[in-house]
């Protein structure tokens, strides 16, 4: 299924809003935390995740009082400032606490902004118990999107990434089969305009001062090679139910325009705002409402051109990559993802360069043998095949 349709009557809200914050330190979670504290009578944190940063679990949960905690890496059981946890707080420890915090009574919302893969175990639990699902983690999708949007009924997926929320907010209302494409905006990142014989040389250091948005170091280095881009071409893809190709990547350098659908008619219906996460996160949370916004708005009457180009896929293989990947299908995007991560990883740890992030990405798809996704399980293997695949290729660069 996709979640093209404007189920705004079927969708049911619980005030305020019971959340569960998966990834509370990173990025989006603290963005999230913002919209918790401006609108406490709309959002009650009930249950938050974090990876390792027990330091961080701690201080959300004071401040929110919060009732239910995780921490996936379990050799962090022993970290003394968890017992600063609120009174009768209940805490549990590794991957499957993560998930089990997704199936909780007193959880309405899941919003998954974990980084990688492991945010698919909480994204199916979400799904299987009926909760709403506000994905972050666009890996999820990529990886197992084929499985994950068949779990999901009308009216209880609302994605959290700006240009999918953006395509969302243009559809509501609009019928199916007038959609004609999506315009899936792009920053270009920090290199827009760079030869490959350029990208060669670039450092991590220069490939982390994105332009305009403030993220996580992983996402970041996505959003420098394209990766980012092409990720979100198949997660839109599942979501709204649309063939890669009618999925068209736009470099728009300002990042006002957040992405845009065009219709059988040629109308062209766009989201427009202010480069700021929040308003995205919040309209998750708030659909079909609307909320006041801890973001600045924009002034259009003093804002500077907007512009449009085509990506260079030539120069940024890793796009054109994942466009493949997409329209192969399978256990083809997992391969790639989780290839991805580990070039990416290695990338910042100085461990490879560059371009070299797209050349393990092309070997290990090269090496998969692509099979129908069949189980969550496949999904794991696959993942785990893939990573030892790419981590052999860079140590062959040492």
Request: aromatic share 6%.
């Amino acid at each position: 299924m996709s979640i093209f349709e404007d189920t705004s009557s079927s969708l049911e809200r619980r005030r305020p809003t019971r959340l569960a914050l998966l990834g509370c330190t990173g990025s989006i979670g603290t963005q999230t935390l913002d919209i918790c504290r401006m609108h406490p009578d709309k959002v009650e944190l009930t249950a938050i995740a974090v990876n390792s940063s027990c330091k961080g679990l701690v201080e959300v949960a004071r401040e929110f009082d919060v009732p239910h905690v995780a921490v996936a890496d379990e050799t962090h059981k022993d970290d003394p400032i968890l017992e600063e946890l609120p009174e009768g707080c209940d805490l549990g420890f590794g991957q499957d606490a993560v998930t089990r915090l997704a199936s909780l009574p007193d959880v309405d919302c899941v919003l998954v902004a974990v980084v990688g893969e492991a945010g698919i175990w909480a994204s199916a639990e979400a799904l299987r118990c009926g909760k709403v699902w506000a994905p972050a983690n666009k890996e999820a999708l990529v990886i197992g999107g084929d499985l994950l949007m068949p779990m999901a009924k009308p009216g209880r997926v609302l994605p959290v990434d700006s240009e999918h929320n953006a395509i969302y907010q243009c559809l509501v209302g609009e019928r199916r089969e007038d959609l004609s494409k999506i315009w899936l905006t792009c920053s270009g990142g920090p290199f827009f305009g760079s030869p490959r014989k350029q990208l060669e040389k670039v450092t991590a250091a220069q490939a982390l001062a994105h332009p305009t948005w403030k993220m996580g170091s992983k996402i970041t280095i996505d959003c420098a090679t394209l990766m980012n881009k092409g990720l979100e071409v198949i997660e839109a893809h599942h979501l709204f139910g649309v063939p890669i190709d009618d999925i068209n990547v736009l470099v728009h350098r300002q990042s006002k325009v957040h992405s845009a659908v065009e219709f059988s008619d040629g109308s062209v219906k766009a989201q427009l705002g202010p480069s700021d996460m929040r308003i995205a996160i919040q309209y998750a949370l708030s659909y079909p409402e609307r909320w006041e916004s801890p973001a600045t708005h924009v002034d259009w009457r003093s804002s500077e051109p907007l512009t449009f180009a085509a990506p260079d896929v030539e120069s940024f293989r890793c796009l054109s990559l994942a466009l493949e990947a997409g329209r192969t299908g399978g256990t083809l995007p997992c391969a790639m993802n989780a290839a991805n991560e580990v070039a990416n990883e290695a990338f910042r740890n100085a461990a490879c360069g560059f371009c070299d992030i797209d050349r393990i990405v092309e070997r290990v798809m090269e090496m998969t043998e692509v099979e129908p996704l069949s189980s969550f399980e496949q999904i794991a293997e696959v993942d785990a095949l893939s990573r030892s695949r790419a981590r052999a290729l860079v140590s062959e660069l040492a």
